[in-house]
């Protein structure tokens, strides 16, 4: 499941209602806010939220509050009444310092109950089993960490997470956003310092797929237009689309269209599954037959014969060939998509402004 974030440091906005209801429409289905937040008005906490739960519930949205100590009291909720919570639309609590285990494991015969990640121990895990916790409604959350140089590193995130896989909890982390970014450090809110100023798309995409995380929420509130269109794309159609520059008009209807990497994965580029039939009538002769680096795009020209036509991006450095001509170059921030292209993967290009 993919979800976003929204924070209550601001009275409620039509552009928040907004922006909440497009994330929903392009198909994320959790949101994740805080109740403890030092920079955050907590008097304010209830007023703002109420809205929110409003659109929560009518969008069918699952809204996870992270909490420690007596965070409830501001909202009119506590944890000694967990139908009340239920009942206010809320889906879940992460719960941080302060909270003993024996209530915790009560709550998650209630509603999903999120730990900190990084904290749970094998003796917290006993104790969970000895309260008689419902392990199907238990997350892990790892922390997001806005400062640069704090995000985890990924090889304790991937032992943890397997840990965590043995011991029956789902694993939640962040991916950052890419627009509005949270304060007070503007520097983005990765789980993994790795993803800091990656696209959103291609953290999650990586958090799910190599770290064999269950949950993805973006940590920053907001995502770019290009970000929305790429989550689009993938969420409602399965395709991955990809930006690319320096692509001269005459060459747009080969690059710019749907295509699908073939069966037989290669090792060095991304094959076009069909574009060689698509192109066996055109004439392609020689031209920008230079060095290929990874990301550049491609079509063998006349002289590869009966390869003529097929089109391809580059994994890997490859040197020049006569019978290759580079047509355009997927941009930098776009390139950590190409690992998610396996066997069969429909993908996307689309041209950015730049392109002769």
Same mark, same amino acid.
């Given at each position: 499941?993919?979800?976003?974030?929204?924070?209550?440091?601001?009275?409620?906005?039509?552009?928040?209602?907004?922006?909440?209801?497009?994330?929903?429409?392009?198909?994320?289905?959790?949101?994740?806010?805080?109740?403890?937040?030092?920079?955050?008005?907590?008097?304010?906490?209830?007023?703002?939220?109420?809205?929110?739960?409003?659109?929560?519930?009518?969008?069918?949205?699952?809204?996870?509050?992270?909490?420690?100590?007596?965070?409830?009291?501001?909202?009119? /909720?506590?944890? &000694?009444?967990?139908?009340?919570? !239920?009942?206010? *639309?809320?889906? #879940? $609590?992460?719960?941080? =310092?302060?909270?003993?285990?024996?209530?915790?494991?009560?709550?998650?015969?209630?509603?999903?109950?999120?730990?900190?990640?990084?904290?749970?121990?094998?003796?917290?895990?006993?104790?969970?089993?000895?309260?008689?916790?419902?392990?199907?409604?238990?997350?892990?959350?790892?922390?997001?960490?806005?400062?640069?140089?704090?995000?985890?590193?990924?090889?304790?995130?991937?032992?943890?997470?397997?840990?965590?896989?043995?011991?029956?909890?789902?694993?939640?982390?962040?991916?950052?956003?890419?627009?509005?970014?949270?304060?007070?450090?503007?520097?983005?809110?990765?789980?993994?310092?790795?993803?800091?100023?990656?696209?959103?798309?291609?953290?999650?995409?990586? /958090?799910?797929? &190599?770290?064999?995380?269950?949950? !993805?929420?973006? *940590?920053?509130? #907001? $995502?770019?237009?290009? =970000?929305?269109?790429?989550?689009?794309?993938?969420?409602?159609?399965?395709?991955?689309?990809?930006?690319?520059?320096?692509?001269?008009?005459?060459?747009?209807?080969?690059?710019?269209?749907?295509?699908?990497?073939?069966?037989?994965?290669?090792?060095?580029?991304?094959?076009?599954?069909?574009?060689?039939?698509?192109?066996?009538?055109?004439?392609?002769?020689?031209?920008?037959?230079?060095?290929?680096?990874?990301?550049?795009?491609?079509?063998?020209?006349?002289?590869?014969?009966?390869?003529?036509?097929?089109?391809?991006?580059?994994?890997?450095?490859?040197?020049?060939?006569?019978?290759?001509?580079?047509?355009?170059?997927?941009?930098?921030?776009?390139?950590? /998509?190409?690992?998610?292209?396996?066997?069969?993967?429909?993908?996307?290009?689309?041209?950015?402004?730049?392109?002769?």
């Amino acid at each position: 499941m993919f979800g976003f974030s929204v924070y209550l440091n601001e009275d409620w906005s039509q552009e928040k209602a907004h922006y909440i209801n497009k994330m929903a429409d392009i198909g994320f289905e959790g949101i994740f806010t805080s109740l403890h937040i030092p920079e955050d008005d907590a008097s304010k906490y209830r007023e703002r939220l109420m809205p929110l739960l409003n659109i929560v519930r009518s969008k069918h949205l699952k809204l996870m509050i992270d909490i420690s100590g007596d965070a409830l009291k501001h909202i009119g /909720l506590s944890i &000694d009444h967990p139908e009340e919570i !239920v009942a206010s *639309g809320i889906y #879940g $609590l992460r719960m941080d =310092a302060g909270i003993e285990l024996k209530a915790i494991a009560h709550l998650s015969n209630y509603l999903t109950v999120g730990l900190n990640a990084s904290t749970i121990t094998e003796e917290d895990y006993l104790q969970l089993e000895k309260y008689q916790a419902n392990f199907d409604r238990m997350e892990a959350w790892h922390n997001y960490y806005p400062r640069p140089e704090t995000g985890l590193d990924e090889t304790w995130f991937h032992n943890k997470n397997e840990w965590l896989k043995l011991k029956r909890f789902n694993s939640v982390a962040f991916a950052p956003g890419d627009q509005i970014l949270r304060a007070p450090l503007y520097e983005t809110l990765p789980t993994l310092e790795i993803h800091r100023y990656q696209r959103p798309l291609s953290a999650a995409l990586s /958090l799910q797929s &190599d770290y064999s995380v269950d949950h !993805v929420y973006i *940590g920053d509130p #907001g $995502l770019s237009d290009e =970000a929305c269109s790429q989550f689009t794309h993938y969420l409602q159609h399965n395709v991955l689309l990809l930006h690319a520059a320096n692509i001269k008009k005459k060459w747009r209807p080969y690059i710019c269209r749907g295509h699908r990497n073939r069966l037989d994965v290669a090792k060095a580029v991304i094959r076009s599954e069909q574009s060689r039939v698509l192109n066996k009538d055109e004439d392609i002769p020689p031209e920008n037959t230079v060095h290929r680096r990874g990301g550049s795009i491609t079509i063998d020209n006349n002289l590869y014969k009966r390869y003529k036509g097929e089109l391809q991006l580059v994994k890997q450095e490859l040197p020049a060939d006569e019978k290759v001509n580079v047509l355009g170059q997927i941009v930098d921030k776009d390139l950590p /998509l190409l690992d998610f292209v396996h066997a069969g993967t429909a993908f996307k290009i689309a041209a950015i402004q730049g392109g002769a």
